[in-house]
């Protein structure tokens, strides 16, 4: 899985350090918690409505996947499970603390 910017391997070669001024006070700054409001938001649903949303998208082995407003990356990374090591998978989002915490969780996945 890849955020900000990808390469074929699968690592992440940059994310930005700070919101551009054309980003400025309209991206969340509050990832860290951004995963528990959508849990609580979606009454626990959020995994299984991620899942309907890549079946609906059509993604199957091989395919590439660009994800846009990616976030934390769970449906990045849902992409990814579902397309395999041949697809490639790109996540962006105009939020430097999303894909931070995107980048930390394809990290502890081994993505």
Do not use: Q
Not at 2 to 17: I, K, L, N, Q, Y
Not at 18 to 27: A, K, R
Not at 61 to 83: H, I, N, P
Request: hydrophobic share 35%.
């Amino acid at each position: 899985m890849h955020c900000a910017a990808e390469t074929r391997e699968g690592s992440v070669t940059r994310a930005p350090d700070e919101e551009t001024v054309e980003t400025e006070g309209h991206t969340i700054g509050w990832a860290r918690w951004y995963d528990a409001f959508v849990h609580v938001a979606t009454l626990g649903r959020a995994r299984k409505i991620r899942e309907k949303t890549i079946s609906l998208a059509g993604v199957g082995s091989g395919e590439d996947v660009l994800d846009v407003g990616c976030g934390t990356g769970d449906l990045t990374m849902l992409a990814r499970k579902r397309s395999g090591s041949a697809g490639r998978i790109t996540g962006i989002d105009p939020s430097s603390e999303m894909i931070r915490v995107a980048r930390n969780k394809a990290t502890r996945k081994s993505l």
